[in-house]
């Protein structure tokens, strides 16, 4: 693996059922970059994630994280990996039974050493940078889908991990919140030098932070390179996708037959 | 012919598929030096599935110990043998309804509860994001309810024994007017430390294991959605009835003695 690139994909496989997910998929990540992984719904970018963190094995293919392939790696070698990367969920994860606090100083608690004063000033330093000082004492049950989503950035952000993936980080975030997460984002990663992997819809918000753009489909990249490069791209896929389009060679429906036909076959029973 | 010793052959594989899981769960979550956090997680777990079934093992254990004292006086009465209520009491709660109503009260309370707390936590994904921050969900959440369950079922069998005699005491000798001494002097000659409390203890030891085993792996292994959770839960507290009741027969004909 050349050392410039924190990930590095090749060849991947992955089938769930008779539904091949990935398709000899490519794929590089450079390190202490910013990179964004687009594509419609359904496509497995989040599956992508999962299989980056070791969580899904694939059928075939190799997956270098940091050196380590995650492939064949040990559960334990899978752990240590962990510890130096924050993940971002789509549902945010918060534990349900612990305080906004107690969520982001889980991590710190897990894996360091640091007496409790000192964590407590790092929780309210992560919970500042999201905006959420003042909820350090709220439940989860207690905050609203946005809120929940930035306390989880706080907690995925706590030990300051090499390694950023945001499964959807702008989901649910009034305007204001939208750009102070997304300047978050393009902070930690020029301030750590971390490399970050931000899996999103919101093209405006996504492209207007990412150096490099990778688009997937059909379990294949279809298109990659910098945000400016992709929006007048040869394809009319990515042109599509990346301009928002209805109409295009991406359907927007879920195969199925004709419509008409559809009914017709309904209604005569 | 052929279909169904498929099918046989079917259900074989996922049987001994989920037993692999299992056994790997198990093996995974119990391995390891515990730490000073570990017992600490084990403490809160002993309080959620011991402390808060105090409650329904003393009141069903009160029940159970007066109904059974009132059945044996009613007949051990027209024999003239009513202080034999004590020796008869202890002897069916101590070898077999001690042991297995008390594993039967628990997989209905705690296992199922385990059992829903784990599927929720899988299906918010909570298992998933403790993992991707290099915390393995067996060690921190599997393990302590683990060790709980095994540590807390049978000290409430032998809570629920003790409540069960007393309430067959108050029923035979309050309320019948029995005689104290006979009662509990019948009862002192005839227990046997091992072979009666021992070998209850040990058959609570075998359902403790059984039970939580079961509720942890139904969890873990839930389908991620309200529907599997709820079946999970469901087959938490049938498969461990099932379950009880079987090893009880198979405990009790390999430690009692022989049979033929």
Redesign the interface.
Same mark, same amino acid.
């Given at each position: 693996m050349a050392d410039d690139n924190f990930i590095e994909i090749r060849g991947l496989r992955l089938r769930f059922g008779r539904r091949v997910v990935f398709d000899d998929l490519n794929m590089s990540v450079p390190r202490g970059k910013l990179t964004a992984l687009m594509g419609p719904s359904g496509t497995g970018k989040t599956t992508l994630l999962k299989v980056i963190g070791g969580q899904v094995r694939p059928d075939a293919g190799s997956v270098l994280v940091d050196g380590v392939d995650v492939c064949s790696a040990s559960r334990a070698e899978l752990f240590e990996l962990r510890k130096n990367i924050g993940m971002l969920f789509q549902s945010s994860a918060l534990f349900t039974d612990m305080s906004v606090a107690e969520n982001v100083a889980f991590p710190l608690r897990a894996h360091t050493r640091l007496p409790e004063d000192s964590i407590a000033d790092l929780v309210l330093m992560k919970l500042n940078a999201v905006g959420l000082r003042g909820a350090r004492d709220l439940m989860p049950n207690q905050l609203s889908g946005g809120m929940a989503r930035r306390v989880a950035l706080a907690r995925a952000i706590a030990l300051d991990p090499s390694l950023l993936m945001y499964d959807e980080p702008f989901t649910g975030q009034d305007p204001i919140a939208m750009g102070v997460v997304q300047q978050l984002i393009k902070r930690l990663n020029h301030a750590l030098g971390a490399t970050s992997l931000v899996v999103s819809h919101d093209i405006h918000e996504t492209v207007a932070i990412a150096e490099q753009i990778y688009v997937i489909s059909d379990g294949k990249v279809i298109g990659q390179g910098p945000p400016d490069h992709l929006r007048t791209h040869d394809s009319a896929r990515i042109r599509q996708f990346m301009n928002g389009q209805p109409d295009g060679p991406v359907p927007f429906h879920y195969p199925a037959d004709d419509l008409h036909f559809d009914v017709l076959r309904e209604t005569s029973g | 012919m052929i279909g169904y010793l498929r099918a046989t052959g079917e259900r074989a594989l996922v049987f001994f598929g989920h037993l692999g899981r299992a056994s790997l769960m198990w093996g995974?979550a119990l391995s390891g030096i515990p730490r000073w956090?570990d017992l600490l997680l084990l403490v809160k777990q002993i309080y959620n599935i011991g402390v808060l079934s105090l409650v329904i093992i003393v009141l069903s254990a009160f029940s159970i110990g007066a109904v059974i004292s009132l059945q044996f006086h009613t007949q051990l009465a027209k024999f003239g043998a009513e202080d034999a209520v004590g020796v008869g009491l202890a002897m069916v709660l101590l070898r077999e309804l001690g042991p297995v109503v008390t594993a039967l009260l628990f997989a209905g309370r705690a296992g199922s509860a385990i059992t829903a707390e784990i599927g929720l936590m899988k299906s918010? !994904?909570?298992l998933?994001? /403790? !993992? /991707? /921050?290099?915390?393995?969900p067996l060690r921190r959440i599997v393990a302590p309810r683990l060790w709980a369950g095994m540590f807390c079922l049978p000290l409430l069998t032998a809570i629920f024994n003790v409540v069960a005699i007393y309430g067959g005491m108050v029923v035979a000798v309050e309320w019948l007017g029995g005689d104290p001494g006979g009662f509990w002097i019948g009862m002192q000659d005839a227990v046997e430390v091992w072979e009666d409390i021992g070998k209850g203890m040990v058959k609570s030891v075998v359902f403790a294991v059984v039970v939580t085993w079961i509720a942890v792996y139904q969890g873990y292994d839930t389908v991620p959605t309200a529907e599997g959770i709820g079946l999970s839960t469901t087959r938490t507290v049938v498969l461990s009835s099932v379950m009880i009741l079987a090893m009880d027969f198979l405990l009790t004909l390999s430690m009692y003695g022989d049979f033929r």
């Open positions: - | 995974n956090n918010t !994904e909570q998933s994001s /403790m !993992e /991707m /921050m290099g915390v393995d």
